[in-house]
């Protein structure tokens, strides 16, 4: 299976080494404007560097492009790359606005193209048990959930590059950092009804939110509160994600929500619940969630079916953190509906 990346900054490495360590894949092409950006690629990988998209389109060996620009780029570039039939997996968020994410979906079903979104969270260990233990109903009726991302981005970091904290081509805290946290909220406690949020530029020179807070009701009747910033001082503090129902509580942790800082279930017994906390500690990480995102990619090509996180996925936590933007700048609440959001008073 061939592969070409679209955008060659910081990201794009993640998905270079992925694609090395899988058998029988291959980094054939890279594209970016900049030719300095594909020199690494070329010399590492043997990829061919193309300035022009629609020139590595046209290379017929290409079996799957992966879009690695600016978030506000997503769109143009995976409808082109659709449209010459090839497969696509793109970097979150799937877009910026429902109507590029819909052309986007839409572009790989008339093409007979698989879509797939780069979450990669839930592919680590202490999600996966977790999902498994929710799946398997042992937390009983749902109360409530708690997402927190509390981190350290610096004006340094925005300043990298002009498009960074904008809103046309990037987003703030949530649609870049907390997306990964709400996409694992959203996965396991179901779909959101309604959303009310305020949000807050406190400390970075960017147009869009550093600073996020906001609490939802999920579609089974479940609470839920979000907290998201780039503002902690002086480096990544933590982010977690909190599951309480009627036979269970679980704490997922850490600086990037890789292990149980808490579980306890009704069902399970003290010493299977030790031994599960004990095997996440000693992989927190497991393989990369970029490499099972790939490897995951080859299997739905060759079975002819949907990637585990889909182009509807992607929509669905795009839909969410715009819920956010729209409840935060209205002051109002808002009613999430299938490619709409309704706010209402009060």
Known sequence: ???????CGHIAKKHAEAIEKIEGANLVAVCDKVSQAMDEYVQKYGAKPYENLSDMLNNPSIDVVNICTPSGLHASIAVEAAKAGKHLIVEKPLALTLKDA?????????NNARLAVVHPNRFRPVVKELRKLMDEGRFGKLS???????????????????????????????????IHNLDLLIWLMGDVDEVYSMSATRLRKIEAEDVSTGVVRFQNGALGVVEAATTIYPKNLEESLSIFGEKGTAIIGGTNA???????VESLKDEETNALIEKVKANPLGKSGHQCIIEDMIKAIEQDCDPIVSGEDGKRVLQL????????EEKQRVIIKENELISIGG
């Open 1 to 7: 299976m061939n592969f070409a990346i679209v955008g």
């Open 102 to 110: 819909d052309q986007i979906i839409n572009a790989c079903k008339e």
């Open 144 to 178: 409530h959930a708690n997402a927190t991302v509390r981190w350290n981005r610096n004006q340094a970091y925005y300043d990298q590059a002009s498009w960074r904290g904008t809103k046309a081509l990037d987003g703030g805290v949530l649609m870049n950092q907390a």
């Open 258 to 264: 890789t292990q149980f800082k808490y579980l306890t």
């Open 321 to 328: 953190v715009l819920a956010f933007y729209k409840s935060a």
